[in-house]
């Protein structure tokens, strides 16, 4: 069995030790005998290979600039259709705004998004602060209950993670949030909310890498792309004092 991850735009979207989450799916997936190709999708990158899971990390404002042409004008035909038709993704942060329907950023110019979400993001400059500092969000029901995740989950039903972000994003109506804020910012450190949920998408504000203390989501991406109902039992009893000791850190 193989897992073949396309990772988007890897020099410039990448704080916090997002690429970390590759590594971690290769990981992962390579102690379960799955073989893993990963392929860098670059700004020169042309598409064509067919992926089991996309991922996008988050950069400042002049990153997402540098990556805005070409996310919109040569890969956006290919991302949507794929998270369209339930292709699974995860996109975190500054990819996550991209993927909305615009982004207001910090100097006020407007990024028209790929409204592959049915969501908005603004910078408020500096009338607002940014949001920074440790999060811990409870998941959502929905995404709770999916059989996937319940058979490969030996964490429980929290996420933790680290953001940074000036946006402040808003779900629109029908759109799904990933999980409600316990301590943290989350979308817009108003409404509770955290990331978004949309067909196989995840969009999420955490860094970390957000995988790092979160294997039950690690493990449900590698499985649920490939359609398997479960995976081998890892022994996560480090991590899982770490994803323990991180509910208990303020923000
Ligand atoms: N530049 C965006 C913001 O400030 C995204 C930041 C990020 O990816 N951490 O909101």
Do not use: W
Request: hydrophobic share 35%; glycine share 14%.
């Amino acid at each position: 069995m193989r897992l073949r991850i396309g990772y988007f735009y890897p020099e410039q979207l990448n704080l916090y030790g997002d690429n970390g989450n590759v590594e971690i799916l290769v990981y992962r997936a390579k102690k379960r005998g799955i073989d893993v190709e990963v392929e860098n999708v670059g700004l020169q990158t042309s598409l064509g290979k067919k992926f089991d899971l996309v991922l996008m990390g988050g950069g400042p404002d002049s990153s997402q600039k540098e990556v805005y042409e070409d996310l919109i004008k040569v890969k956006g035909v290919y991302l949507k259709d794929y998270i369209n038709s339930g292709g699974f993704g995860l996109y975190i942060c500054g990819a996550y705004q991209l993927l909305g329907n615009y982004y207001k950023s910090a100097d006020g110019s407007v990024l028209e998004g790929l409204g592959a979400f049915d969501l908005y993001t603004e910078h408020f400059g500096n009338k607002k602060p940014r949001c920074i500092g440790n999060v811990v969000c409870e998941l959502s029901d929905e995404f709770r209950h999916k059989e996937v995740f319940n058979s490969v989950n030996k964490i429980g039903s929290t996420l933790v993670g680290f953001e940074n972000h000036g946006g402040r994003t808003y779900l629109g109506e029908k759109m799904l949030p990933l999980g409600k804020i316990i301590t943290g910012h989350g979308n817009n450190s108003g409404d509770g909310y955290e990331g978004v949920l949309y067909k196989n998408s995840i969009g999420t504000y955490l860094h970390g890498p957000v995988l790092s203390r979160n294997p039950h989501l690690a493990d449900y991406l590698v499985a649920a792309s490939l359609g398997l109902d479960r995976l081998e039992s890892l022994d996560d009893s480090l991590i899982l004092s770490a994803h323990i000791a991180s509910k208990k850190l303020r923000q």
